[in-house]
């Protein structure tokens, strides 16, 4: 079918302006394929979800510029530890020893709203490029040689007619449900909470890495320093309402139970989040291709999401500036659901979820002996270079031969 496959209107339409689609629109935009993003805010959401980039993600973005915008706006964290409340530090992983696998051999911490702003800016300056912020994506109609996607706009209706359709419209995807593919998978009972304080947790935890993974039986925390602030995330019992645990008293005694004093901590930022781990059934409905978030949600412990969904885009791009620059026919479209749909099961779902059960086990037994298990990983230089590969998606992404 794909050699069939005939471009009409010479155009990308990107549904769905987060960091995905942004990311995807610039790069496509830059290699000089006509793109119209449609986002549904009117402007840069301040969303306190993703501020991980691990180091192959930022090897994959230099060419674009991405990466050096990226790196200005963050901070630099070159070891990761894991945590027992009680105990303390478990164990200690040296990002820095990838120096030979990687030209960012470091995680970087920046929020995904600086590089959606970065982005909006970039793509404004691109001759050409059709920007149509605060339209929401209602309709998407394929016929043999074309797909138009409807939108609303201050009450009207718009449509945009292009080849190829980018779906990259977030967890509840319209794209997806339009195309009609099932999303699979499970959602987890409790909310997960973010909270950023200016409070130098580090200035009192001496001990503490720039990104901390804490286990407890009952409540266990991440902890993470980013440009201005530490953040923290901590999952609320399902019997909690998510008014609750944003509260003033329910945050102030999350961040006091991580580093008690008699102070209120100053709260800066507060939001919840309820996490999911989904697949998408597949990737791709004709000349409709899902990405990022659209196509696989997990829980936040190892910041793969995003990364994840960056890993889709840099594939779907290629693939797609392959073909508007006759380097390669259509058929290498069909290449990108086999590359990343696997990985976000055997990578991204298999570590998040092993993060997970890491931090929450409840059983003392089993609790000892999984902390042994990394602390004797951490020790040995051969085990914990593998984990470090796993952990940083270099593993991920050779697997999927996008990266050597
Ligand atoms: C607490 C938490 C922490 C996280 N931390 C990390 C991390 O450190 N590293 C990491 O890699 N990942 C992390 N993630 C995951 C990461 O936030 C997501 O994977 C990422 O936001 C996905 O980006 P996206 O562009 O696919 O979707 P989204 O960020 O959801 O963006 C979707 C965009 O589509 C727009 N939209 C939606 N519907 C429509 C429509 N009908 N028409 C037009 N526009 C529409 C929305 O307005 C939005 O701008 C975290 C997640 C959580 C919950």
């Keep these: 079918m794909e050699q069939k496959l005939q471009r009409k209107h010479d155009r990308v339409i990107v549904a769905g302006g987060g960091p995905v689609g942004s990311v995807a629109s610039y790069l496509l935009a830059r290699a000089g394929v006509p793109v119209t993003m449609i986002e549904r805010a009117t402007d840069v959401v301040l969303d306190y979800r993703a501020s991980t980039f691990h180091p192959p993600t930022l090897d994959l973005l230099e060419d674009s510029g991405i990466t050096a915008a990226l790196v200005e706006m963050g901070l630099v964290c070159p070891t990761v530890q894991i945590r027992d409340r009680e105990i303390g530090k478990v164990a200690e992983f040296d990002v820095t020893r990838l120096k030979n696998e990687t030209r960012h051999p470091y995680r970087l911490q920046c929020e995904q709203f600086k590089l959606v702003g970065f982005l909006y800016k970039a793509l404004a300056q691109i001759p050409g490029i059709d920007l149509r912020f605060g339209h929401e994506v209602i309709d998407i109609r394929e016929t043999e040689d074309e797909v138009v996607v409807g939108a609303e706009h201050d009450g009207s209706r718009i449509e945009v007619r292009g080849d190829i359709v980018i779906g990259s419209d977030g967890g509840r995807s319209t794209a997806r449900k ?216 270099i593993s991920s992404l050779r697997r999927s031969a996008m990266i050597r």
């Design 178 to 393: 339009l195309i009609d593919v099932a999303f699979p998978g499970l959602t987890y009972p409790e909310h997960f909470l973010v909270a950023g304080t200016r409070f130098d947790f580090r200035a009192h935890m001496p001990d503490i890495a720039s990104v901390n993974y804490t286990a407890d039986p009952v409540r266990w925390f991440m902890l993470l320093q980013i440009p201005d602030m530490w953040r923290i995330l901590v999952p609320v019992a399902p019997e909690v309402s998510p008014d609750d645990a944003v509260s003033d008293e329910s945050l102030q005694s999350s961040l006091k139970t991580i580093y008690p004093r008699p102070d209120d901590y100053e709260i800066v930022v507060r939001a919840i989040y309820r996490v999911h781990q989904r697949v998408a059934d597949t990737y791709r409905r004709g000349r409709v291709f899902l990405a990022g978030d659209a196509a696989h949600l997990n829980n936040p412990l190892g910041g793969m999401g995003l990364n994840g969904g960056l890993h889709d885009v840099i594939s779907l791009t290629d693939r797609l500036i392959a073909w508007w620059t006759g380097k390669a026919d259509a058929a290498i479209l069909e290449g990108y659901e086999p590359q990343r749909r696997p990985e976000a099961i055997n990578a991204i779902h298999a570590i998040t979820t092993r993060n997970k059960k890491l931090l929450e086990e409840r059983d003392p037994a089993v609790r000892a002996r999984n902390l042994d298990e990394i602390r004797r990983t951490a020790a040995d230089p051969e085990r914990s270079y593998q984990y470090l590969l796993d952990a940083t998606m």
